[in-house]
């Protein structure tokens, strides 16, 4: 059994899973033994040097109401990433994903993704000292952005459902009142659709809140801009 997509296809003539899956390079996230099976990422170069993200998996599944057996958990990030696109939230690009089923019903599945030029993560963003070197008025632009972008991301229902700091990430080009901020969210692979807007927001807003190191003050602008956008409160955060 396979399970195929391809926004750009590798500039070979040989299958693209078995191209991308015979790629080495160096490990981001060493192979790890989770959910029953084993998951890492490598980073690789394209034919044209644009640095990719390969998530490689040897039997890591989930399973849910729909899927009883068990679903490649690659599969699961990748209808995110569309969705998520759809819905105009910043997410790395989709190069390609696919996933095999052997003859001993194993699966071996890949998610590769563009990186994200310029950006870093939020709380490496912070240690930079990039919050002094552009001031509190760009600051707060950038909690306002992180705010628009969870709020466009729970109005389509999407639960990110691991959002710790490390997958915000943040880009600032030019300084002042010009400075462009651009957010966007890495490693969807627990996003899911719930059933109202609101049980999305409270889930990821409380976790988020737990792992931040935003002082009260922080949190009281996020979450200001966050209900700005959102509509409504959402309960346990003041």
């Not at 980073?43 to 109401?65: E, F, T």
């Not at 070197?133 to 990110?160: F, K």
């Not at 899911?192 to 003050?217: I, V």
Request: one cysteine or more; glycine letters at 8%.
């Amino acid at each position: 059994m396979a399970v195929d997509f391809a926004q750009h296809s590798p500039s070979v003539t040989e299958d693209p899973f078995e191209f991308y899956w015979n790629q080495q390079g160096e490990w981001v996230e060493e192979p790890n033994q989770r959910r029953g099976g084993e998951s890492g990422v490598q980073r690789i170069h394209d034919a044209n040097g644009r640095l990719l993200y390969v998530k490689r998996q040897v039997g890591h599944i989930y399973r849910s109401w729909r899927y009883p057996l068990g679903r490649p958990t690659v599969l699961r990030e990748r209808d995110a990433l569309q969705a998520l696109q759809r819905l105009a939230v910043g997410v790395p690009e989709l190069v390609y994903c696919g996933a095999r089923q052997g003859a001993d019903k194993q699966w071996r599945a890949l998610l590769v993704t563009a990186a994200l030029d310029g950006f870093v993560e939020i709380d490496n963003w912070y240690a930079a000292g990039e919050r002094e070197r552009h001031g509190e008025t760009v600051h707060d632009r950038v909690l306002e952005t992180i705010a628009q972008t969870l709020a466009q991301m729970h109005q389509g229902r999407w639960q990110h459902g691991c959002l710790y700091p490390k997958h915000v990430f943040v880009r600032v080009i030019g300084s002042g009142d010009t400075a462009q901020v651009n957010i966007a969210l890495l490693d969807l692979e627990k996003s899911r659709q719930r059933l109202t807007p609101y049980k999305a927001a409270s889930h990821d807003l409380k976790q988020l809140r737990r792992h931040s190191s935003w002082n009260a003050n922080d949190w009281n602008k996020l979450n200001y801009f966050y209900e700005t956008v959102f509509g409504s409160a959402i309960k346990g955060l003041r």
